[in-house]
């Protein structure tokens, strides 16, 4: 077993979920392929920051992108936007293109996008090269996360 707080996290959560690891890869297709998925099943999670100190999660499927008028409008905000990467590991405690939201350093918000739910997906497991596949909805319910339209295709 790879031990990452990620892999550790998941293994606490009670989610089935096996983990893949894989060599570096350039692109959303060559990830999909050494996960076994297809590329809308790769879940991206993005730290948005709202307001100084204050961050959430957005999972966005891999062949999606937030829409940042339906996320604003959700958490009726008139500004939200990416942290800088260093933000994002201070916060999160993995540097970009590993965050996942399990073993998180600091619990935050979640929101996942309705394109998330009911289907098997492929999440970062805290390092490059590698992640878990599991049930969303399990996925979902374990995070506590708010399921709302927040994106619109890539």
Known sequence: MDGTRATQAL???????????????????????ARGVEPRDI??????RRG???HLFVLVPGDRQISWPKL????????ISLPDKEVAQEVTGYERGT??????????????DTTVAGRTVSIGA???GLAATLDADAMI??????VADVTERA
Not at 99 to 112: K, W, Y
């Open 126 to 128: 805290g390092e490059h």
């Open 141 to 146: 319910a374990h995070l506590g996360a708010q």
């Open 11 to 33: 293994s606490d959560s009670g989610i089935e979920h096996t983990i893949t690891r894989h060599g570096k890869v350039r692109s959303l297709e060559e990830a999909a392929a």
């Open 52 to 54: 100084e100190g204050d």
């Open 43 to 48: 879940i991206k999670t993005l730290v948005v």
């Open 99 to 112: 965050i996942t939201p399990f073993g998180s350093l600091t619990a935050l918000p979640v929101i996942a």
């Open 72 to 79: 604003r409008t959700l958490l009726s905000v008139n500004r």
